[in-house]
């Protein structure tokens, strides 16, 4: 659906442009923001390259798999569906670290491994179980410490103090976490 709505701004804009006589700004801006997005891609590809070795190397060294033990009592209770010991428990606490980390593009792999291990446990496979949706909350939430990319993003831009919304990313990400995991619990409680 968004890709249409996407679709049709794109090609209104255009028809815009050819009936004002601006085809040649749009031109310029289609250039432009080629040029600018290949230049934002340079710049953060080495940020999140680096996060996501030391992710994999987090993750073959048993580093995942120890911070998974130290989360099991939290996700426990957020998940009691999940029986203990269930590979799922790991997949989602990798996730919660890439997340802890603002590694969206690495917490991605391990939120659809998350959602694969917890579909075979679901038993009605043709919607999500309570697990998955409480789940998806947490993961959407994303409870950040460090935003790197946010962080990548400002240094690209010159930023005098990059680091300077650290803070602030941790309030926020902290609270949409909390009213996410409340909403879901009242909510979980009446479905």
């Known amino acids: 659906m968004i890709h249409k709505l996407w679709a049709f701004f794109i090609i209104s804009g255009i028809f815009y442009a050819l009936f004002t ?7 310029e801006e289609i250039i432009k923001s080629a040029s600018s997005s290949f230049s934002m891609i340079c710049e ?3 940020v999140i390259a680096l996060w996501l ?3 994999n190397i987090a993750k ?12 099991s009592g939290f996700l426990h209770f957020i998940f ?26 690495a917490a991605t792999p391990f939120g659809l491994k998350a959602m694969e ?16 949706i409480t789940f998806l909350v947490l993961n959407t939430s994303g409870l950040t410490l460090i935003p790197t990319t ?15 919304i650290v803070f602030a990313c941790i309030v926020a990400t902290f609270c949409s976490t909390l009213v996410g995991l409340i909403v879901d619990r009242i909510l979980g409680g009446k479905l």
């Open 60 to 71: 073959v060294s048993g580093l995942l798999e120890k911070f998974s033990k130290i989360l």
């Open 80 to 105: 009691p569906e999940i029986p203990k010991g269930h590979e799922a428990f790991g997949y989602i606490a990798s996730n919660i670290v890439a997340n802890l980390f603002g590694l969206g593009n």
């Open 44 to 46: 953060i590809f080495p």
């Open 150 to 164: 946010i962080i990548s993003l400002r240094m690209m831009y010159h930023s005098i103090r990059p680091t300077e």
């Open 53 to 55: 070795g030391i992710m």
């Open 21 to 27: 006589g601006n085809v040649d700004i749009v031109n």
């Open 117 to 132: 291990s917890l579909q075979d446990l679901n038993d009605h496979k043709k919607e999500a179980s309570r697990s998955m």
